[in-house]
């Protein structure tokens, strides 16, 4: 692996404790189909400027439109502006990138144009040799304008500082009806005294956004924002958009449209302005070297929100200063595991994917408590705890939510919190798989929220009201689950069946663990349907019909992609029964030709592990399946495969450092856990299993409102790349006699020593 030079500040040579050097925001920071090889691309994620779980992230962006959820791509050669808004490493056409800043100079452009030429516009290219990322900072030089653009945030508020040329008519201008993936439905803007403008922007599906609108999305961004330069010759453009006019994802970036809203009028003798595509303006002189900066408040709720984050959080700092508090308030978070050990490279790809899965779920409250309710209402949790938001359910309840559960349980707690008044502020009354501000998205599948629960509860994360959380985990079963007939019939027949199968087991775990007994002996029997849609004609899980008939099975059998499966085949599907790896085991004909089949299905993976019919790690389903050889007897091929996957699905390069999406942080955090040698094969069962650390010491440091407080660490004696096998391992001196740790003993602190070994310890205990 090499270094990205001049992306981001190396560590190289520094000796500070400051570990934000070694995250390199623009790992993962692409959209690339081709690379990808798949639709669905890499990593997805942005390299703007953000704080821990802050609601504001000040990113460049460089595409509208299209399946590129973050509106950046890293191989592109233009930028159209600098939102406020962004997701992070999704999928299925994004939203969000609201509040487009662009400075510029010479005369007013009115859309940004298409990065090919084909439509002019006010976009820019840019010097990717002066592009620079790390956390809480962004820079980069706009070579049409010769501006500097330095970007910086605080949890709610964005700041901007530009370094202008010498012109007469330097500008920096505001696209109100910018979103990705469609566009904000209608905004409003007024001018206030000499230097301020507030507003919103309301968007909703009927404009795009979050999958292209069949994700519901219905939310308004309230802006407060101050200029340090006084707005004399300022003004605002609004395009005629005709009522029959669709304003989706591909609608608004047809050459029609842009043609529309480029012919728009400029408006110079209003304060104040509302309409369907606005934009404002602000010109001045400038001289060379000359700086100026913009500082916005945002909010969900309205604009005295956004007044009062403004004011709060940003109003008085100037932007280094905010910068400095951005990089503090990430080497706290960073600190919280320490490593030592591995290569610069290797450091460079842990913090990376540990700052990446620290963005969401992120804060949806404004500072004095208020937040967008389902209800469309404000609210306010009255101290109990933040409102969240950015709930990617099927993907991170696998590590993502496990990972924070160690390092963040507030995060844990508070995000389940809002799920389950979610549920009682919409009318839903049931747990919404795949949240976006608010929005029932439905997108993907399972009942995740009933894993996060029962992870929750078992580790002693029990500030949310669990009784709710269970009923409305119920309900989610009874609307979406696999009775009354014992299975899923839909066209995702396998997948469904055993994703609930397992959800189910985490509504009876839950159940149990707040004393309703007779529930949880009802959801563990339901448990065990994933055995319905397992056919021993041909020895595997196969769809099933309302009816009880089976599908018909292909002639490529399970490695058919999309057959009863999501984004997988039946192959990859199949293994995910983590509640009952021993009843699996007995379906599909015992441990040894169980091994065998495990061995095949890696050993025919590609070395790079991008997209592919076995061991695909560019997605989730197939996350757990490298601990099942804990569960079955042959922990040193979890220790060789996890050391691989470590080693080949994740890099420093921009490109290809993620194999895969993102997906919100969970990509990052099956590397965080496994890279430290525990990783959980069932959330909910409160055991993490071992495996073979990347690094020679790892400490993890508790918190002690939910834990001891103590650190607990790791330490891999004698590890190199060569050495990836556990020869013995104790835990404060005494011999573990199984390859897991129970998430007690790591809360309780205390010292795990690895001996690690070139060979596979294959003795029947293989941690004496």
Not at 279 to 284: N, R, V
Not at 547 to 570: M, Q, Y
Request: aromatic share 12%.
């Amino acid at each position: 692996m090499a270094l990205v030079s001049l992306a981001f500040v190396s560590c190289v040579g520094n000796q500070s404790e400051d570990l934000t050097c070694y995250v390199n925001p623009f790992i993962g920071a692409s959209t690339n189909t081709d690379v990808a090889g798949v639709a669905h691309g890499l990593g997805k994620t942005f390299p703007g400027a953000t704080t821990p779980f802050g609601m504001v992230q000040v990113s460049p962006n460089t595409i509208t439109g299209g399946d590129n959820g973050p509106g950046y791509s890293y191989e592109m050669k233009t930028i159209e502006g600098f939102a406020m808004t962004q997701m992070s490493g999704i999928g299925w056409y994004g939203d969000l990138g609201n509040f487009l800043v662009m400075p510029t100079t010479g005369p007013l452009k009115k859309i940004s144009g298409k990065e090919d030429g084909s439509l002019d516009g006010w976009r820019s290219f840019y010097d990717k040799a002066t592009e620079t990322a790390s956390p809480g900072y962004y820079s980069v030089n706009l070579t049409d304008y010769d501006i500097k653009v330095e970007c910086s945030a605080t949890p709610r508020c964005g700041i901007l500082r530009f370094t202008w040329p010498e012109s007469d008519q330097s500008r920096i201008q505001v696209d109100l009806a910018r979103r990705v993936g469609g566009t904000s439905e209608e905004q409003y803007v007024k001018i206030i005294g000499d230097n301020v403008i507030e507003g919103w922007m309301r968007c909703t599906p009927e404009t795009g956004g979050w999958g292209n609108g069949s994700g519901q999305a219905f939310y308004t961004v309230y802006f407060h924002a101050e200029f340090d330069k006084p707005l004399k010759n300022s003004g605002f453009w609004s395009a005629d958009i005709p009522d029959d006019w669709p304003r989706k994802n591909w609608d608004v970036t047809s050459k029609e449209y842009l043609e529309r809203v480029a012919q728009a009028p400029v408006i110079k003798d209003v304060k104040e302005i509302q309409g369907k595509h606005l934009g404002f303006f602000t010109e001045f002189p400038t001289k060379a070297g000359e700086s100026s900066t913009l500082k916005v408040g945002i909010s969900f709720v309205d604009i005295e929100g956004a007044r009062k984050n403004y004011e709060a959080e940003i109003a008085d700092n100037s932007f280094d200063k905010v910068h400095r508090q951005a990089v503090d308030s990430w080497n706290r978070e960073l600190s919280k595991i320490s490593v030592k050990g591995g290569t610069e490279a290797d450091k460079v790809v842990f913090y990376t994917c540990l700052y990446h899965t620290l963005i969401d779920p992120r804060l949806f409250a404004d500072v004095d408590g208020r937040y967008y309710g389902g209800d469309h209402k404000p609210h306010s949790s009255g101290g109990k705890f933040d409102k969240r938001t950015i709930f990617s359910g099927w993907d991170v309840f696998r590590s993502q939510m496990p990972l924070q559960t160690l390092i963040n349980p507030k995060v844990v707690d508070d995000m389940m919190s809002s799920l389950v008044t979610l549920a009682q502020e919409s009318g839903k009354e049931y747990l919404e798989r795949w949240e976006f501000l608010n929005a029932y998205s439905g997108c993907m599948l399972g009942n995740p929220a009933a894993s996060v629960a029962a992870d929750a509860f078992v580790k002693g994360i029990r500030g949310f009201d669990a009784e709710k959380a269970l009923e409305y985990a119920i309900n989610s079963s009874a609307r979406f689950g696999n009775y009354p007939l014992g299975w899923n019939p839909n066209g995702s027949s396998i997948s469904e069946t055993l994703e609930h199968a397992y959800s189910d087991w985490c509504i009876a775990v839950l159940a149990e663990g707040i004393g309703d007994k007779a529930t949880a002996e009802e959801y563990y029997t339901r448990s065990q349907a994933y055995k319905n849609v397992f056919d021993p004609e041909v020895g595997w899980f196969r769809p099933r019909n309302a009816d009880g008939t089976w599908w018909e099975w292909p002639e490529k059998g399970r490695l058919k992609d999309d057959f009863g499966c999501v984004e997988s085949n039946p192959y990859q599907q199949g293994w995910f029964v983590p509640h009952d790896v021993d009843g699996m085991v007995e379906l599909m004909g015992g441990r040894e030709k169980v091994l065998s089949d495990l061995e095949n299905f890696f050993e025919n993976a590609p070395d790079n592990l991008m997209w592919n019919s076995y061991y695909n790690h560019a997605n989730e389903p197939v996350h757990h399946i490298p601990f099942l050889f804990n569960a079955l007897g042959q922990p040193w091929e979890t220790q060789k495969w996890t050391r691989f996957i470590c080693s080949h699905a994740y890099s420093d390069d921009p490109m290809t450092g993620l194999v895969g999406n993102d997906d919100v942080g969970q990509m990052s955090a099956w590397y965080v856990l496994a890279a430290s040698g525990i990783h959980p094969l069932c959330p909910g069962d409160g055991k993490m299993q071992l495996t073979s650390p990347v690094f020679d010491e790892i400490v993890i440091h508790t918190d002690p409102t939910y834990a001891s407080g103590k650190p607990f660490i790791i330490k891999a004696i004698n590890n190199s790349p060569q050495n990836i096998y556990i020869q013995s391992a104790t835990l404060d001196g005494k011999p573990i006699d199984e390859p897991f740790l129970l998430f007690s003993q790591i809360a309780s602190g205390g010292t795990l020593v690895l001996k690690m070994g070139a060979e596979p310890n294959r003795h029947d205990n293989e941690t004496r």
